[in-house]
């Protein structure tokens, strides 16, 4: 089992950047494949990015492609999300996870973090 922790949410303005960060923790977790994903008020969680365990493979919701990249730090066991030219409908809480195997898919994920709340006013 992989243990994750998210940080880096906030509240900023549209335009603006954050950047998340996903610290996990566990046995063999840096050998997990590693994804993002968000859930809006009264909406299902949905896939915004995901990355390979060796950096070598990226996949991006086309809502976000061109705006956030997903990156990691193997040697920190942190994967990180640059979100820049926030928009309103990028407000959620964002949650990272982990499993064996890269996908797009919520439900083949097995470990989630608890998730941090990223606010873009309208």
């Known amino acids: 089992q992989v243990q994750l922790v998210e940080s880096g949410g906030g509240s900023v303005q549209a335009g603006g950047s954050l950047r998340l960060s996903c610290a996990a923790s566990g046995r063999a977790s840096r050998n997990y494949d590693r994804g993002w994903f968000r859930q809006a008020p009264g909406k299902e969680r949905e896939f915004v990015a995901a990355?390979?365990?060796?950096?070598?493979?990226?996949s991006y919701a086309d809502s976000v492609k061109g705006r956030f990249t997903i990156s990691r730090d193997n040697a920190k066991n942190t994967v990180y999300l640059q979100m820049n030219s926030l928009k309103a409908e990028d407000t959620a809480v964002y949650y990272c996870?982990?499993?064996?195997?890269?996908?797009?898919?919520?439900?083949?994920?097995?470990?989630w973090g608890q998730g941090t709340q990223v606010t873009v006013p309208s």
């Open positions: 996870a982990a499993r064996w195997g890269l996908t797009t898919t919520r439900n083949e994920y097995t470990d």
């Open positions: 990355i390979s365990w060796s950096g070598g493979s990226t």
